[in-house]
């Protein structure tokens, strides 16, 4: 009959071994500086004075403008941001590809080509867009393009890392058939990593619909115009319709790209 084993106490939450506890530590400093380096008026800002006066705004917008006239506007609008949202995420996927072939480190040359995909997405699609109404004009085309931009940088890199992933045997075997690099990726890597490539898309996608919406602020068209021609002029019925129409068109893509995402993955 063997002896029972003695009971191990868990392990310390911290120890000044542990890396992970030097890290939460670190963290929290962090979020404690933050805390006490900004203004921050919660005070006034959860007064009754304050809370009254967002009462009386948010009434403001009840009920909204459902007038066939400017319904049938919202729609134009609403079909206008699904529009740019979709051209911009399908024209970002097809240089995302281009791009992600130099920068994965299957070629000597990936260091520049990741330069290049870092600077297309760092910069917002908001600035990409208020600096190409100086060339496309008004509307949504200079939003389509700023969208493609910054989200070609985006995809470009997630699908190189994918590209890196990708199983190597079967590259590898058309290689040593004298196949180039070109068709090694079509007929060996692409067909691998091409689920991943499509999820990777379709979640870019539910972004730059919100994107799009956002990119109206700058006169790029769609809801998002609306919206703030509206609050601006503080006609704040046709602004809660605007704000309608956006909630429902996200609700809609999300549970669109979600389904999609589920069907790829199957």
């Known amino acids: ?5 003695p009971h191990r106490l868990p392990p310390p939450l911290f120890t000044a071994r542990s890396r992970a506890a030097w890290l939460v530590a670190a963290v929290l400093a962090l979020v404690v500086a933050s805390f006490l380096s900004l203004d921050l008026h919660l005070a006034a800002f959860l007064s009754g004075e304050a809370l009254a006066g967002m009462g009386r705004f948010l009434g403001e917008f009840f009920p909204p403008d459902l007038s066939p006239a400017f319904v ?4 134009e609008g609403a079909w206008e941001t699904l529009a740019m949202s979709a051209l911009g995420t399908a024209l970002a996927a ?5 791009l992600a072939l130099p920068a994965s480190r299957l070629h000597r040359g ?5 330069l290049f995909l870092n600077a297309l997405r760092s910069v917002p699609e908001l600035v990409w867009a208020s600096m190409l109404l100086i060339s496309a004009g008004l509307g949504p085309f200079a939003g389509t393009l700023a969208l493609a931009i910054h ?3 985006v995809l470009g890199r997630l699908f190189a890392e994918a590209i890196e992933n990708a ?8 290689r040593a058939q004298g196949a180039g690099t070109v068709r090694v990726f079509l007929y060996a890597t692409l067909p691998l990593v091409l689920p991943q490539l499509m999820s990777y898309t379709l979640y870019r996608w539910e972004n730059n619909i919100r994107a799009a919406a956002v990119l109206g602020v700058v006169g790029a068209g769609g809801l998002g115009q609306l919206l703030m021609f509206h609050m601006g002029l503080f006609q704040m019925d046709k602004t809660a319709t605007v704000l309608a129409a956006m ?5 809609l893509v999300d549970a669109a790209s979600f389904g999609l995402r589920r069907a790829l993955t199957r």
């Open 94 to 98: 097809v240089l995302g590809v281009a």
């Open 110 to 114: 990936r260091g520049l080509a990741r």
């Open 72 to 75: 049938r506007k919202v729609a």
């Open 151 to 153: 989200t070609s940088g």
């Open 247 to 251: 909630l429902v068109l996200v609700a």
């Open 1 to 5: 009959m063997t002896a029972p084993r």
């Open 167 to 174: 199983p190597p045997g079967p590259g590898a075997a058309l």
